[in-house]
């Protein structure tokens, strides 16, 4: 039988006998994230009812799962609409036109997967543009799809990078170094450490923070405590990436990366949330914190789990797999590389947190007041980097 949307997979015939491969190609082909379709298992589909399919939230040490995962059930209808709604938002990145407008227009600034609610608005998206004429209604629709349609006021470019001096300077002594704090490129660029990351949940530790400081991070690059050119230098880029904005360090010199954030008593992290994961928290309109060396700690909701800003004057202006949330209180320049965070979505003791994303940038008030950085499932999925 043809597979459509994720709920039909109650209809696939012989899933128990299906081979690890071709059950997940039947996920995919029904709609289910990649993260979930990997981890899932006919036993999980089987136990759903016929209204509820079983999603993956995200992945910890603590999960009885061989895969470390960790999984809920969740409407059928709410996650068809939203499989729907992921359709046409990769329809648009690949060339597709919605109001008159394609993702390679000069006039898009931004495109936005909104989760919905599950007892009420459907899954959407919201198409930020310079120079869109007002929607009837408020919205409009692709293949069933509401769109949101959203002019926001021409950019003056990037938010300005910190320069040394902002924030205080850690302490050169102090080995272990923490997510939330400054860390630089040794020549006047200052941004944030992020929570660290390792290959498999048995391998050494490594520093993450973002790629775009100063001119960009390359591999063979060095992290510093700071931007000063006396701060003392912590680690090497072993892996850098423009389009996602990451940058991973080994760490050097006796420097070793603590999982306790900065400011958060003695929070530490134990996992990572999945693209569901994240969708689960936009439709429960939950909030997030981040931790950054210039503003604190701060928090803020959910307000898209995954999207595409375009940001001027980076040598990778279109920025993909972005969660949305708060308002430009939450950041400021300097805070990028931050640690983006909040409770796991199963008991759990109080001071452990689940990584959401990293921080990148600031839309102020006349962009849509907010800030956005790649997801923490991107590393995952499409670097083998893992936070548990």
């Given at each position: 039988?043809?597979?459509?949307?994720p709920?039909?997979?109650?209809?696939?015939?012989?899933?128990?006998?299906?081979?690890?491969?071709?059950?997940?190609?039947?996920?995919?082909?029904?709609?289910?994230?990649?993260?979930?379709?990997?981890?899932?298992?006919?036993?999980?589909?089987t136990?759903?009812?016929r209204?509820?399919?079983?999603?993956?939230?995200g992945?910890?040490?603590?999960?009885?799962?061989?895969?470390?995962?960790?999984?809920?059930?969740v409407?059928?209808?709410?996650?068809?609409?939203?499989?729907?709604?992921?359709?046409?938002?990769?329809?648009?990145?690949?060339?597709?036109?919605?109001?008159?407008?394609?993702?390679?227009?000069?006039?898009?600034?931004?495109?936005?997967?909104?989760?919905?609610?599950?007892?009420?608005?459907?899954?959407?998206?919201?198409?930020?543009?310079t120079?869109?004429?007002p929607?009837?209604?408020?919205?409009?629709?692709?293949?069933?799809v509401?769109?949101?349609?959203?002019?926001?006021d021409?950019?003056?470019?990037?938010?300005?990078?910190?320069?040394?001096?902002?924030?205080?300077?850690?302490?050169?002594?102090?080995?272990?170094?923490?997510?939330?704090?400054?860390?630089?490129?040794?020549d006047?660029?200052?941004g944030t450490l992020?929570?660290?990351?390792?290959?498999?949940?048995?391998?050494?530790?490594?520093?993450?923070?973002?790629?775009?400081?100063?001119?960009?991070?390359?591999?063979g690059?060095?992290?510093?405590?700071?931007?000063?050119?006396?701060?003392?230098?912590?680690?090497?880029?072993?892996?850098?990436?423009?389009?996602?904005?990451?940058?991973?360090?080994?760490?050097?010199?006796?420097?070793?990366?603590?999982r306790?954030?900065?400011?958060?008593?003695?929070?530490?992290?134990?996992?990572?949330?999945?693209?569901?994961?994240?969708?689960?928290?936009?439709?429960?309109?939950?909030e997030?914190?981040?931790?950054?060396?210039?503003?604190?700690?701060?928090?803020?909701?959910?307000?898209?789990?995954?999207?595409?800003?375009?940001?001027?004057?980076?040598?990778?202006?279109?920025?993909?797999?972005?969660?949305?949330?708060?308002?430009?209180?939450?950041?400021?320049?300097?805070?990028?590389?931050?640690?983006?965070?909040?409770?796991?979505?199963?008991?759990?003791?109080?001071?452990?947190?689940?990584i959401?994303?990293?921080?990148?940038?600031?839309?102020?008030?006349?962009?849509?007041d907010?800030?956005?950085?790649?997801?923490?499932?991107?590393?995952?999925?499409?670097?083998?980097?893992?936070?548990?």
């Amino acid at each position: 039988m043809a597979i459509d949307k994720p709920s039909s997979i109650h209809d696939e015939s012989g899933i128990d006998t299906m081979s690890r491969r071709s059950f997940a190609s039947s996920l995919l082909a029904a709609g289910f994230s990649f993260g979930s379709a990997l981890a899932l298992t006919p036993d999980d589909v089987t136990a759903a009812k016929r209204d509820e399919v079983p999603i993956v939230v995200g992945y910890s040490k603590a999960s009885d799962e061989p895969d470390n995962s960790h999984k809920k059930r969740v409407p059928a209808r709410w996650y068809d609409r939203l499989s729907k709604a992921r359709t046409e938002y990769e329809k648009f990145l690949n060339g597709a036109e919605i109001a008159s407008h394609r993702a390679t227009d000069e006039a898009v600034t931004g495109v936005w997967v909104s989760a919905g609610s599950v007892d009420g608005q459907r899954p959407s998206l919201e198409l930020e543009v310079t120079d869109s004429e007002p929607v009837p209604l408020g919205y409009l629709e692709s293949n069933g799809v509401p769109v949101t349609v959203r002019r926001v006021d021409a950019s003056e470019g990037a938010p300005p990078e910190s320069r040394s001096g902002a924030g205080a300077e850690p302490d050169p002594e102090q080995l272990e170094r923490n997510p939330g704090q400054k860390i630089g490129n040794g020549d006047g660029y200052n941004g944030t450490l992020g929570a660290p990351v390792r290959q498999s949940p048995t391998e050494e530790w490594h520093f993450l923070t973002c790629q775009h400081l100063g001119g960009g991070f390359e591999e063979g690059d060095s992290l510093y405590t700071s931007g000063s050119s006396s701060a003392a230098e912590i680690g090497t880029m072993i892996e850098v990436d423009c389009a996602d904005d990451l940058a991973i360090a080994e760490a050097k010199n006796g420097y070793t990366p603590s999982r306790s954030i900065v400011d958060e008593s003695e929070t530490g992290i134990s996992g990572e949330f999945s693209k569901d994961g994240l969708a689960d928290l936009d439709e429960g309109d939950e909030e997030v914190k981040k931790s950054g060396q210039k503003t604190g700690v701060t928090s803020g909701k959910v307000k898209s789990h995954d999207g595409t800003a375009w940001v001027d004057k980076f040598s990778c202006p279109r920025r993909t797999n972005q969660l949305k949330w708060g308002t430009e209180e939450d950041g400021a320049a300097g805070d990028s590389g931050a640690p983006v965070y909040t409770g796991p979505p199963h008991d759990s003791p109080a001071d452990w947190v689940w990584i959401a994303a990293s921080q990148h940038a600031v839309r102020p008030w006349y962009l849509g007041d907010f800030v956005h950085g790649t997801a923490a499932w991107v590393l995952k999925e499409q670097y083998d980097w893992v936070f548990f």
